[in-house]
């Protein structure tokens, strides 16, 4: 079965840092491009930035450059999302999602999401 | 502020159909395919429509996606009380080189 399994919630405190992951399992990871996209308490769903697993090209919003890390490791089929140092507003749920083009935002298969809470 | 704009809310009784209205740009549904998803409560978003009106295995064709010009719309037909969720649109941005999404409608069932 294709999925993507994404990591644990996490509560941290702000100025901390943080990696969250998000693994392939049933098809060929590096073919496919990974989005990540946020979704704030209440709000709607917002893109933040995309990779391509076998060679780690990265595009990211520009909402979100310079805010946070996208990185992935070909060899466990995984990628990540990471903050050197977390604020409140960065409280969200993050999904992982499977994309076949750059440019084209047909995402088909979606990780159930990881909650991140950041409060002092 | 979204870059395509969704009515925020949407209802209508079981068997009724409704529409969704999705709006942008040349630079986005002008130019490019829209993409709808659902997302049922406390779930994770799930692909609907395709390519303007193409639907994924399993997804009932009560569900269509008509796009004129610079809109697109949601049709669902036949409604029934498991379609309450809320949708979005999204379609690729030429300007922005990003996918952009709609705010978010939210489909209530009476």
């Known amino acids: 079965e294709v999925q993507l399994v994404q990591s644990g919630a996490e509560v941290k405190k702000p100025g901390e840092s943080l990696k969250i992951s998000c693994k392939g399992y049933?098809?060929?990871?590096?073919?496919?491009?990974i989005g990540w996209v946020r979704q704030m308490p209440g709000k709607g769903l917002e893109w933040m930035g995309i990779?391509?697993?076998?060679?780690?090209?990265?595009r990211y919003s520009p909402s979100f450059q310079g805010q946070v890390t996208i990185s992935a490791d070909k060899s466990t089929s995984t990628a990540y999302l990471q903050w050197s140092s977390l604020k409140a507003s960065d409280t969200a749920i993050y999904y992982c999602?499977?994309?076949?083009?750059?440019?084209?935002?047909?995402?088909?298969?979606w990780g159930t999401g990881t909650t991140v809470s950041v409060s002092s | 502020q979204s870059v395509l704009t969704q009515p925020p809310s949407a209802s209508g009784t079981p068997g009724q159909r409704v529409t969704i209205s999705c709006s942008g740009s040349?630079?986005?549904?002008?130019?490019?395919?829209v993409y709808w998803y659902q997302q049922l409560p406390g779930t994770a978003p799930k692909l609907l429509i395709y390519?303007?009106?193409q639907r994924p295995s399993g997804v009932p064709d009560r569900f269509s996606g008509p796009k004129s010009g610079t809109s697109a719309s949601l049709a669902i037909s036949g409604l029934r009380s498991e379609d309450e969720a809320d949708y979005y649109c999204v379609a690729w941005d030429d300007s922005l080189s990003v996918p952009v999404f709609g705010g978010g409608t939210k489909l209530t069932v009476l």
């Open positions: 390519r303007n009106n």
């Open positions: 049933g098809y060929s990871f590096t073919t496919y491009w």
């Open positions: 999602a499977r994309i076949e083009d750059y440019g084209a935002p047909l995402m088909d298969v």
């Open positions: 040349s630079s986005n549904i002008g130019s490019n395919y």
């Open positions: 990779i391509f697993p076998s060679d780690s090209d990265t």
